[in-house]
C-alpha cells in the first residue's frame, strides 16, 4: 500500500509561482509512475502531468506545457510539481496519484491506472 500527501498550495496572483511535493510512504518504492491531477468546481478531475520515476519519462497537458516542471527526488520518495506563470484558469485542488507495476513508456503515454491517491491541496490564482 502507499500512501500520498500532498503540500505547497495557497494562494497566489496572476504570474506567480507555487511548487507542490508529493510525499510518498508505505510501499511507496512499488511506485513507478506518479501523477498530478486536479480539479476546479464543478468540473471533472484532469491530469495535468506524469512522471515515470525510473526512467524519468514527463509528460503533461497541453495547457501548462512550458509553465509546469514536474520532477522527483527519490531519495526523499518525493514528486513536486513546480508552477509557473499561473493563470486564474489554474485554480483547482491538486492531487497526486501513484500506480505501480507500469513500464515507463506506458506511463509516458498516459496507459496507467491511478490505485493510490492523496488527500489533495488548493491552489487559488487571483487575477
Known amino acids: 500500500r502507499v500512501q500520498l500527501v500532498e503540500s505547497g498550495g495557497g494562494s497566489v496572483q496572476a504570474g506567480g509561482s507555487l511548487r507542490l511535493s508529493c510525499a510518498a510512504s508505505g510501499d511507496s518504492y512499488r511506485s513507478n509512475c506518479m501523477g498530478w491531477f486536479r480539479q476546479a468546481p464543478g468540473k471533472e478531475r484532469d491530469w495535468v502531468a506524469r512522471?515515470?520515476?525510473?526512467?524519468?519519462?514527463?509528460s503533461y497537458i497541453d495547457s501548462v506545457k512550458g509553465r509546469f516542471t514536474v520532477s522527483q527526488d527519490n531519495a526523499k520518495n518525493t514528486v513536486y510539481l513546480q508552477m509557473n506563470s499561473l493563470k486564474p484558469e489554474d485554480t483547482a485542488m491538486y492531487y497526486c496519484?501513484?500506480?505501480?507495476?507500469?513500464?515507463?513508456?506506458?506511463?509516458?503515454?498516459?496507459?496507467?491506472?491511478?490505485?493510490?491517491w492523496g488527500q489533495g491541496t488548493q491552489v487559488t490564482v487571483s487575477s
Open positions: 496519484a501513484a500506480a505501480v507495476g507500469v513500464v515507463a513508456a506506458s506511463c509516458q503515454r498516459g496507459f496507467v491506472n491511478f490505485g493510490y
Open positions: 512522471i515515470s520515476t525510473g526512467a524519468g519519462y514527463t
